[in-house]
């Protein structure tokens, strides 16, 4: 089996698995009472969502870590004489599972904790995130030895030293929460996330990294079977369970492909995201009340112009897909 078709079949088996468990997942989060908080400040529409069973992460985390385990295991235990895992996929599985705790930890605290309706403090939630990512960084950096930074049409390594550790930090965290402000829509972080795992695991494909492109399409078949569930009228909201997660696990596998300024266009959505919420609270400070966009992150701004929900997702991932399209020929050049 070529390694594009085994890439792919692990999408496909991912998949499947994410849609066959998905019904009993909502079933026992309705149990539980695990259900969304709505913030009063949104757009009204959004009042019909309270309730809606949230963390939904786990719907895709599972397979995700599940699929990657069992194909070490027969490796291991040499079921078969193929390496379907590479050591260097470990960090970012890992780092899926950190942030996901970060993120289950911060869900609940906002449903059932202290901080109901808010959840963790959003100090100490940066401080998580800030030594996480250091950590993840340096591993990055130092264990997988992965080039610091390549750049379109400049066909060798540039090396960047000792700050390329805390440029890597910041582009972690700041990932993790620009999903998270992405995760406001059905479907949005989802397909918007999907489409960028997409577009670096076809780059890491083209590098040779065999291993960190199976592990891309392995997450992009979990999110769609995740959306099977998450389209609009969502069924369950992935939470910041998921959506932290998601964001730390792109930003590492963009960091291990040495293409990552190509972020800021293949996952254009969720940097505008954070932009509008940077602008929106930098203009409320300085003009002393006065607001930039009508409400951010960007996509509730749209909502107030008049789009529905479904023509803001839609549009949001159209532009996705060209700035996709748009980074993997440039990673080509």
């Known amino acids: ?22 019904g009993p997942l909502i079933r026992i989060l309705r149990h539980l009472k695990i259900g969304k908080l709505i913030r009063v400040e949104g757009p009204e529409r959004h009042f019909a969502k309270m309730g809606t069973p949230t963390m939904g992460g786990v719907m895709f985390i599972l397979p995700v870590i599940l699929i990657t385990v069992l194909l070490n295991f027969v490796s291991i235990m040499g079921i078969t004489q193929r390496r379907y895992l590479g050591s260097s996929i470990l960090l970012p599985v890992l780092v899926l599972v950190a942030y996901a705790v970060l993120g289950a930890v911060d869900d609940w605290e906002g449903i059932r904790g202290k ?27 130092y264990l997988l030895r992965t080039p610091d930074l390549f750049l379109p049409g400049i066909p060798v ?15 972690i965290t700041g990932f993790s929460n620009a999903v998270n402000f992405t995760d406001g829509l059905d479907g949005l972080a989802g397909l918007i996330t999907a489409t ?22 392995t997450v992009v078949g979990a999110l769609f079977g995740f959306l099977w569930f998450n389209v609009h009228p ?70 107030l112009l008049g789009w529905s929900e479904t023509q803001v997702v839609q549009r949001f991932w159209l532009i996705s897909l060209i700035a996709a399209m748009l980074g993997i020929g440039l990673a080509l050049a």
């Open 115 to 141: 901080r109901r309706g808010q959840g963790m403090s959003a100090r100490v939630k940066f401080i998580a995130q800030a030594v996480l990512s250091l950590t993840v960084a340096a591993a990055i950096k």
């Open 157 to 171: 390594e540039i090396e960047l030293g000792w700050i390329y550790i805390p440029l890597a930090a910041f582009i």
């Open 196 to 217: 960028a795992f997409t577009a670096f695991g076809g780059i890491a494909a083209m590098q040779g990294q065999d291993y960190l492109a199976r592990f891309c399409f």
């Open 234 to 303: 969502a069924q369950l909201i992935m939470g910041d369970t998921g959506s932290l997660s998601l964001g730390a696990t792109l930003a590492v596998v963009a960091l291990m492909t040495g293409q990552w300024p190509l972020l800021l266009l293949i996952a254009i959505v969720p940097v505008s995201e954070v932009l509008s919420v940077i602008i929106q609270v930098s203009y409320f400070k300085a003009t002393k009340g006065k607001r930039f966009f009508k409400m951010a992150p960007i996509h509730h701004h749209f909502e």
């Open 1 to 22: 089996m070529s390694e594009t078709s085994l890439a792919l079949s692990l999408a496909g088996f991912s998949f499947i698995m994410t849609v066959i468990w998905g």
